[in-house]
Antibody, heavy 130, light 107 residues
Framework: QVQLQESGPGLVKPSQTLSLTCTVS??????????WSWIRQPAGKGLEWIGR???????NYNPSLKGRVAMSLDTSKSQFSLRLNSVTAADTAVYFC??????????????????????WGQGILVTVSS | DIQMTQSPSTLSASVGDRVTITCRAS??????LAWYQQKPGKAPNLLIY???TLQSGVPSRFSGSGSGTEFTLTISSLQPDDFATYFC?????????FGQGTKLEIK
């Protein structure tokens, strides 16, 4: 079955860029069926959706991150990535990558695709500290 | 953003109990709701999607219901493996948002 694994630095200095990669195994990342997402969870707190990327390269991001985030896919390596710039201590969290299982429905008179997360990677702790 | 509010935040129960967790959305989300179980140090695990569809491999003691703004997750007979934290998630609109979580503890 599909498995996801996050990788990247566990420590990032304030004001620098956090860069993480999610490697997908057991399935194709570019078959056009699924979306791919990043979610984070500060210690002892709830879950925050960061954004999603599709095989075409299209993206949607959480406005709460105020334009600091970018996601992309590398289909040749079966990977997708997250970049979050100008990090502060508030960005310290466990970062999860996940596959989005899509469903299509009418929203505001337009057909849209949204979904739920399954499976998830195991998560990677990223600490922002000097 | 759509706010998701779970209740209770903490629930104490015993093995064999029937428990219900509620998730309320700040605006209607149709049936665009998923439930996850998370154990300490682990990633969340999908239990239910589209409010009431049981994910393959999830025990049938888990069930979900609701539509619009109010949803419930019910565990019909608690097993020792069920003590964990549960989250709801709406996928009706961006940004996707989660409830704050319900921690299910052993009484």
């Amino acid at each position: 079955q599909v498995q996801l694994q996050e990788s990247g630095p566990g420590l990032v200095k304030p004001s620098q860029t956090l860069s993480l990669t999610c490697t997908v195994s057991g399935g194709s990342i570019n078959n056009g069926t699924y979306y791919w997402s990043w979610i984070r969870q500060p210690a002892g707190k709830g879950l925050e959706w960061i954004g999603r990327v599709y095989a075409s390269g299209s993206t949607n991001y959480n406005p709460s991150l105020k334009g600091r985030v970018a996601m992309s896919l590398d289909t040749s390596k079966s990977q997708f990535s997250l970049r979050l710039n100008s990090v502060t201590a508030a960005d310290t969290a466990v970062y999860f990558c996940a596959r989005v299982s899509p469903t299509m429905f009418a929203f505001g008179g337009v057909m849209v695709v949204r979904g739920w997360f399954d499976p998830w990677g195991q998560g990677i702790l990223v600490t922002v500290s000097s | 953003d759509i706010q998701m509010t779970q209740s209770p935040s903490t629930l104490s129960a015993s093995v064999g109990d029937r428990v219900t967790i509620t998730c309320r959305a700040s605006q209607t989300i149709s049936n665009c709701l998923a439930w996850y179980q998370q154990k300490p140090g682990k990633a969340p695990n999908l239990l239910i999607y589209k409010a009431s569809t049981l994910q393959s491999g999830v025990p049938s003691r888990f069930s979900g219901s609701g539509s619009g703004t109010e949803f419930t997750l019910t565990i019909s007979s608690l097993q020792p493996d069920d003590f964990a934290t549960y989250f709801c998630q709406q996928f009706n609109n961006y940004p996707y948002t989660f409830g704050q979580g319900t921690k299910l503890e052993i009484k």
